[in-house]
């Protein structure tokens, strides 16, 4: 069975740092850009970072440039989210994905239906 599972989330002060990690099982996606999404309530699911197939390129959504960093290790099936200076906005629940093939966007597809596998999600919360 072919699974993505999240961990990491929290909360935490505004300012402060969070790692999240993506572990995928079941197939390796060592040849697919992987990304990460994130959802407030109330809000579409927005595109946070995305990473290639062979971690060389990576992209970011304008409101976490500068701030979070995503990486991957293929030999792990891994991806992390390395996010610091934390805001209240950035709350929400943070979703990892991947394509199931290898489609050749770069930049990278900013639609979530665009990726095919999913994890189950984990909270970020952010105090003020």
């Known amino acids: 069975q072919v699974q993505l599972v999240e961990s990491g989330g929290g909360l935490v002060q505004a300012g402060g740092s969070l790692r999240l990690s993506c572990a995928a099982s079941?197939?390796?996606?060592?040849?697919?850009?992987r990304v990460w999404f994130r959802q407030a309530p109330g809000k579409e699911r927005e595109f946070v970072a995305a990473i290639n197939w062979s971690g060389g390129s990576t992209y970011y959504g304008d409101s976490v440039k500068g701030r979070f960093t995503i990486s991957r290790d293929n030999a792990k099936n891994t991806m992390s989210l390395q996010m610091n200076s934390l805001k209240p906005e950035d709350t929400a629940v943070y979703y990892c994905?991947?394509?199931?093939?290898?489609?050749?966007?770069?930049?990278?597809?900013?639609?979530?239906?665009?990726?095919?596998?999913w994890g189950q999600g984990t909270q970020v919360t952010v105090s003020s």
């Open positions: 994905a991947s394509e199931a093939y290898g489609s050749g966007w770069w930049p990278p597809i900013q639609r979530a239906e665009h990726y095919d596998v």
């Open positions: 079941g197939r390796s996606f060592g040849s697919f850009t």
